[in-house]
């Protein structure tokens, strides 16, 4: 039996049918004919599947082309050599060892037929091998998703949301059913970051190809959080933008602990002002700006009078609030932007920037020196104090911030040694001439 016949049932071809919406008459086109066997023969060699016929014991009684590429072997190779699998008519996936080629994939279905007057199975197989690696990373893709620890959202072109993982949901409080199809803006704490930022973010993504940074956002509830959220685009194969990938993490903790160590290592705990640590890193500032701006400006060095009695007679928890009584009062003396900090204990000290003249920074000395000398009423006790200030001057006393809060200090314990309750400018050559009442 010719081989080519052997894969096909001996039927009877139908005669030719009418050609399509014709009634018979001037028929054109390919008439219905039984195939010869050259053009079986040429069906088979170049099928993309491979073909083979295998006696019932296993044996290969032909091999077309693919059959060999598949397997690693020339077809004529593999005839009358064992086929290895077990062949039985249905359907299987069978796992292919080719010598010196990487293991191959194949779906494989087998159908009994006539071969040379024999009984045999027809195998063919189709290589699978790319198919299932593409679906095994994409089960993976879908397994590091779900299980991402980050939020993660993709949205199409128009900020549709597609898909969200468990992640998301945990955080937001949305589930998937509801917020898919939504606007992600849904998601975005407030008009101003629906205007503004999601304008930025967009911009960014499409030049840039990402964007991130904090965002705030709502959950479900409609508390807010923040985030700490990614973006990245998605392009086609034209290079266009197709899909969006948002991946965030909620960092609301975080950043008040964040928020907290900063303000403790910069505010001064008792009074709220800043610390010695803040205030130069002002004062560095407001002398990088002096040149840009009036040229000039000055540092008042500010200790209390008669404050330590007040400790050691009426205790620690009311020098305390007089502190805080203190601080309050200083920062009601000056001008928005001037800065007052406490260096510690009962010293404290002020920067005034943008300085016009030494005679304003006299003004605010006196001014200090007129608000401290007033009594103060903690709890039951009205108690009296006073203060001595010492007036530095840049760039006369310093250039830096060291040397103009030493400069401001010295000048200070000049007022004291003058009975304190009033202040002084430092001057290089100390005098009577340098205190201003």
Request: aromatic share 6%.
């Amino acid at each position: 039996m010719n081989l080519a016949h052997s894969f096909l049932p001996e039927t009877t071809m139908p005669p030719a049918l009418p050609v399509l919406f014709g009634d018979g008459g001037n028929r054109t086109g390919c008439t219905p004919q039984n195939p010869t066997t050259a053009d079986l023969q040429a069906i088979i060699a170049s099928s993309s599947d491979a073909i083979l016929v295998v006696d019932p014991e296993g044996t290969i009684c032909f091999a077309n082309p693919a059959a060999g590429a598949l397997l690693g072997r020339s077809p004529d190779s593999l005839r009358g050599d064992p086929f290895g699998f077990p062949v039985a008519p249905g359907h299987a996936e069978i796992d292919i060892l080719p010598p010196r080629a990487a293991p191959r994939v194949a779906e494989m279905r087998v159908t009994p037929v006539t071969w040379r007057g024999a009984r045999a199975l027809l195998a063919m197989l189709r290589d699978v091998t790319e198919r299932k690696q593409t679906e095994q990373e994409l089960r993976l893709a879908a397994r590091v998703f779900d299980n991402a620890t980050e939020g993660l959202l993709i949205t199409d072109r128009d900020n549709r949301i597609l898909k969200v993982n468990h992640a998301f949901t945990e955080i937001t409080g949305f589930d998937a059913g509801e917020i898919n199809g939504e606007s992600i803006q849904t998601l975005l704490d407030s008009e101003e970051t629906h205007r503004e930022v999601l304008a930025s973010i967009q911009e960014s993504v499409f030049r840039h190809g990402r964007w991130e940074g904090e965002l705030a956002k709502r959950r479900r509830d409609g508390t807010s959080y923040i985030a700490w959220t990614t973006v990245v685009a998605v392009r086609d194969e034209d290079d266009e933008i197709s899909h969006f990938i948002a991946i965030f993490n909620d960092i609301t903790e975080w950043k008040t602990a964040r928020d907290r160590l900063d303000h403790l290592a910069h505010i001064d705990p008792l009074t709220e002002l800043p610390n010695r640590t803040c205030f130069y890193d002002k004062l560095a500032a407001a002398i990088a700006r002096a040149p840009r701006q009036t040229g000039s400006l000055a540092v008042l060095f500010v200790d209390l009078d008669q404050f330590k009695p007040v400790n050691d007679t009426r205790g620690h928890a009311v020098g305390d609030m007089l502190l805080r009584d203190v601080a309050r009062r200083l920062n009601g003396g000056v001008r928005e932007g001037d800065v007052v900090a406490r260096l510690g204990g009962d010293e404290f000290i002020v920067l005034l920037p943008d300085l016009r003249s030494a005679q304003d920074a006299a003004a605010v000395a006196r001014k200090i020196i007129r608000s401290l000398g007033e009594p103060f009423q903690v709890n039951e006790h009205r108690i009296t104090i006073g203060a001595s200030v010492g007036i530095a001057l840049y760039p006369r006393d310093g250039r830096n911030g060291d040397q103009l809060v030493h400069a401001a200090d010295a000048a200070m314990y000049m007022a004291k040694e003058h009975g304190g309750g009033t202040y002084a400018f430092h001057e290089p050559a100390s005098g009577e001439d340098a205190i201003r009442h």
